[in-house]
């Protein structure tokens, strides 16, 4: 059985979340993604290959490049964990709101 790193893991790296909202509004090479930091290419690969692992970034060949591009269905995961905690925050500011509306001074 393969292990998979964790999800979890890799987007709490501000770095990898830098790639993740670059990546999000186009695919890029990975030249293109590291000339965004102060690393050298070969960290910035390092994240971009755990990104990839975690299934969070998926890559695609085009000609001799490799551009990575992000994978909606790998973000599912992180998507899924957080929903009912801003639900149940939503929940809370909008009992608070209401609290707030009806001691409101007139």
């Not at 979340?17 to 070969?42: H, K, L």
Request: glycine share 2%; charged share 30%; with cysteine.
């Amino acid at each position: 059985m393969e292990l998979r790193r964790d999800v979890f893991q890799a987007i709490a790296d501000p770095t990898r979340r830098m790639i993740i909202s670059m990546v999000a509004f186009q695919a890029m090479t990975p030249t293109a993604i590291a000339e965004n930091f102060d690393s050298s290419r070969q960290t910035i690969s390092k994240h971009i290959q755990i990104l990839t692992e975690c299934e969070i970034l998926e890559q695609e060949q085009k000609g001799r490049e490799i551009y990575y591009q992000l994978n909606p269905n790998g973000m599912k995961e992180i998507a899924q964990f957080i929903e009912p905690f801003r639900k149940l925050w939503d929940d809370r500011f909008n009992k608070l709101e209401s609290i707030m509306k009806k001691h409101r001074p007139k």
